[in-house]
């Protein structure tokens, strides 16, 4: 299985914050309006636990929550994929208010196709980080 591991980000919310914003899968309709995304992702369906998004040029994916280790950890699978995949969400508060934020993603890719997307998911996993760590900045203030 490949890992992928974003950069390391901060967040100005305290982790109990941070942690239920990320657990309620509903709060993601805010990412959609970071401009980054705009266009390139469309989210099709949302609850609690889950959701169906719809990204340019790719197509559905769904993602469920699977693990809540309260103020820590949320971890997710993937659905609707050719291929195995899960990420995990670890938060850490650092000083009061201030919280370290790192998504790992887990991709069980065939030794063939692992040359062809090894740079794209690790450009996507930071991306998507960069996504949460403004989206999340901007919704708490």
Do not use: W
Not at 46 to 72: A, H, N, R, V
Not at 91 to 111: F, H
Not at 120 to 135: C, I, P, R, W, Y
């Amino acid at each position: 299985m490949a890992i992928y591991e974003s950069n390391i980000k901060t967040i100005s919310s305290s982790e109990e914050v941070v942690f239920d914003i990320l657990s309620n899968m509903n709060n993601l309709s805010v990412l959609q309006k970071t401009e980054s995304i705009e266009g390139k992702v469309k989210i099709i369906e949302l609850d609690t636990d889950s959701c169906i998004i719809e990204l340019e040029k790719f197509g559905k994916i769904e993602l469920e929550i699977t693990e809540k280790t309260p103020y820590s950890s949320l971890k997710y699978e993937f659905f609707q994929l050719p291929i195995s995949m899960f990420a995990e969400i670890k938060l850490k508060n650092i000083v009061e208010n201030q919280t370290q934020m790192q998504i790992i993603l887990n991709a069980d890719i065939p030794a063939m196709m692992k040359f062809m997307l090894d740079k794209q998911l690790e450009k996507g996993v930071n991306t998507l980080a960069d996504m949460f760590e403004s989206a999340l900045n901007r919704y708490n203030h």
